[in-house]
């Protein structure tokens, strides 16, 4: 201890007591604190720990800090405990006591100028002055500048514990739900170069493994401060790249959930589409052999031609059969996928093209039910021996009736004897009007 300062007026017994209180307390606190420090497992671990990057460098300056703090506060306690012993010589303190406890607890105390620089970036006053041998400082200064370094220590040590509790072990919670998506995948033929999800995988694989070693070795590039003034270790971590590499192990899990079902129920699909193309298959033969009756029935018609059967997905339908029989399950998936809906077109196109060549056939079956239609009203009506009804139920018959049937001209047959039995049919003049509420027949 050097020489004391300016101290002012000699303190009283009053004030000496209540200054031996305070420092005593705050004694008690400071040591508290660094002990806690001192067992903190973020400590432990930094004190084990292979750093780089921002955490190394702030380590050293916190570590030095934690060091200095501990000579600094063993001066702060030979000065404390010095005044003690002076005020416990008695119960009534000497004018020289009181002199010496003034110097002890007002004055300033030695300390090397490296100590108080030990935190970084200077805490004192005269940290401009860094390179001073000593510094001269009272015990409440020693006190300021303690909590100060002791405040930036905690704050990297609880940082990096807040990130080593939280991101190393949800990186290998992840990375053991990825090994067993990447079994699942093995297991489906979802490999690195032969699919696009294990090429993912294998991505992903990589980004979590890099991820880990980072937060291990600098965990302190993973924390985001509290925005203002917060207490020591004020933050969270960041998880950014956790967050994303957690995403997408999710999409390729489904991806490859997608396809494990594609192998369970492949084989009913295959059936399935098999199913379709074959009745597809069918309906095209039968709109050909429709088109040829149509062709030698119906004249003066334009019959569409019809299409020959989907070879391109018969193929398709036979290497999705393969890829099943050599569990390519990955290859199955996209095929089966397209597959279902160009079968269902394709049958749909099947359904149309018979409609349209049968088209003639249901005109020519539509004129001939109403030419019986009016026939049989006719015959109710008492009128079918009309001979000129009967001549013209006679000619559209023939015409319907007939191969090749002329659809045209058949159907102005049909129109003229439709025409005629209305006619007939109609109330003549001077005839009673049918009673009210009955319908003519």
């Known amino acids: 201890m050097g020489p004391a300062g300016p101290t002012g007026p000699v303190m ?14 705050e004694h008690e606190a400071v040591e508290s604190s660094l002990l806690a420090l001192q067992d903190h497992a973020g400590r432990r671990l930094l004190e084990g720990a292979r750093l780089t990057g921002t955490t190394a460098h702030r380590w050293a300056q916190a570590e030095a800090a934690i060091t200095q703090l501990w000579n600094v506060f063993e001066t702060y306690s030979a000065a404390l405990g010095k005044a003690q012993e002076v005020r416990e010589r008695r119960r009534w303190p000497s004018r020289e006591d009181l002199v010496e406890l003034t110097r002890l607890l007002r004055g300033t105390h030695t300390v090397p100028g490296s100590a108080l620089n030990a935190g970084g970036s200077g805490a004192g006053p005269d940290s401009v002055e860094g390179a001073r041998l000593t510094e001269d400082v009272t015990l409440s200064g020693l006190v300021e500048w303690m909590n100060t370094w002791y405040a930036r220590a905690l704050d990297v040590v609880a940082a990096a514990d807040s990130v080593w509790s939280a991101l190393p072990a949800r990186i290998d919670l992840l990375a053991a739900e990825l090994r067993r998506v990447q079994s699942l995948a093995h297991s489906v033929g979802v490999r690195p170069g032969e699919h696009p999800s294990g090429d993912d995988l294998e991505q992903t694989t990589e980004e979590l493994t890099a991820l880990r070693a ?18 020591p270790g004020g933050g969270r971590p960041d998880t950014d790249r956790y967050d994303r590499a957690a995403r997408a192990l999710e999409d390729i899990r489904r991806e490859i959930d997608a396809v494990l079902n594609v192998r369970q129920d492949s084989e009913q699909r295959l059936m399935r ?4 193309l074959s009745r597809a298959d069918r309906t095209l033969a039968e709109a050909r052999a429709a088109r040829g009756e149509v062709l030698a029935k119906i004249a003066a018609s334009e019959v569409p031609a019809v299409s020959g059967p989907p070879t391109a997905l018969q193929e398709q339908l036979s290497a999705a059969a393969e890829y099943r029989r050599h569990s390519q399950w990955h290859r199955l998936s996209p095929l089966l996928e397209g597959l279902e809906q160009r079968a269902e077109d394709e049958l749909e196109r099947a359904r149309a093209q018979l409609s349209a ?3 003639p056939l249901a005109v ?11 026939k049989a009203k006719v015959a109710q009506h008492g009128m079918s021996e009309d001979r000129m009804l009967m001549e013209r139920y006679d000619a559209a018959r023939r015409m319907l009736w007939s191969a090749p049937c002329d659809l045209r001209a058949a159907e102005d047959a049909v129109l003229r004897y439709q025409h005629a039995a209305q006619e007939v049919l109609a109330p003549r003049r001077g005839d009673p009007a049918p009673a009210e509420g009955v319908a003519e027949s």
């Open 273 to 276: 589409l098999r199913d379709v």
């Open 12 to 25: 009283s017994r009053e004030e000496v007591d209540r200054a031996l209180e305070r420092l005593t307390a």
């Open 357 to 359: 060549v049968t088209a």
């Open 364 to 374: 020519r079956a539509e004129l001939r039910g109403r030419l019986d239609a009016y």
């Open 214 to 231: 980072e937060v291990v070795a600098d965990p302190l590039a993973f924390w985001i401060p509290a925005g203002g003034s917060s207490a």
